[in-house]
């Protein structure tokens, strides 16, 4: 079966880092996407990651081990703002477009 | 750009009325994917469409549902007759489908509520 796990809720305080991490079981691997979704919205698009390594962009970042079926998304210099679920998704099948999603990690970050 | 637009926003009806939920893809999008999502199972893709044609429809929970894409920008997703564990919020999603690392772009969503 394919299986995504993360944990369900964090809390961290303003200016801190946080580290959300994302393990998968699944049939196949071609690629994993982290989402992010404040209350009552739209999943929004934050990263990718295909190959073993880190992925950095400003605030945030995304490794990938393959070989561990592991992923984490590391946000630096928390905000209010950054208060949302993060999706970790990964493409299963090759030749198709679509996506396994996790349950989603609800993240508090505290003043 | 316009991105993802999905109506009506909310939906509030009764138990064994018919639902039409609707999606306009992101112009050059070629694929176009149906989700629902509850706190309980979190999102859940139903159906998935490449070039107007549908490829997986594995996730369609049962013949209450059914999903059209009658051209390359709009699609429908209908609920007949609808019941109240159908409550959720309905979100489509539209990517290039070309490259491995396309990411898929959400609408706001549909939030369907049957009583």
């Known amino acids: 079966g394919q299986n995504i796990d993360q944990p369900t809720e964090m809390t961290a305080t303003e200016g801190a880092i946080v580290q959300i991490n994302c393990t998968y079981q699944t049939s196949g691997f071609n690629g994993l996407f982290w989402y992010q979704q404040h209350a009552g919205e739209a999943p929004t698009f934050l990263s990718y990651?295909?190959?073993?390594g880190l992925e950095e962009k400003g605030r945030f970042s995304s490794f990938l081990s393959r070989s561990k079926g592991y992923s984490y998304l590391l946000l630096k210099e928390l905000q209010m703002k950054d208060s949302a679920s993060y999706l970790c998704a990964v493409r299963a099948e090759e030749g198709t477009y679509k996506y396994i999603f996790g349950t989603g990690t609800r993240l508090k970050v505290l003043a | 750009d316009a991105g993802v637009i999905q109506s009506p926003r909310h939906e509030v009806t009764e138990m064994g009325q018919e639902v039409t939920l609707r999606c306009k893809l992101i112009?050059?999008?070629?694929?176009l994917f149906w989700y629902r999502q509850t706190m309980m199972r979190g999102l859940e893709l139903l159906i998935y469409f490449n070039n107007n044609v549908p490829i997986d429809d594995s996730g369609m929970p049962e013949d209450r549902f059914s999903a059209k894409m009658p051209n390359a920008s709009f699609s429908t997703l209908k609920i007949q007759p609808s019941e109240p564990r159908d409550s959720a919020v309905y979100f489509c999603?539209?990517?290039?489908?070309?490259?491995?690392?396309?990411?898929?772009?959400f609408g706001d969503g549909t939030r369907l509520s049957i009583l």
């Open positions: 999603a539209s990517s290039q489908g070309r490259g491995a690392a396309q990411p898929q772009h």
């Open positions: 112009s050059g999008h070629n694929s």
């Open positions: 990651n295909v190959l073993d």
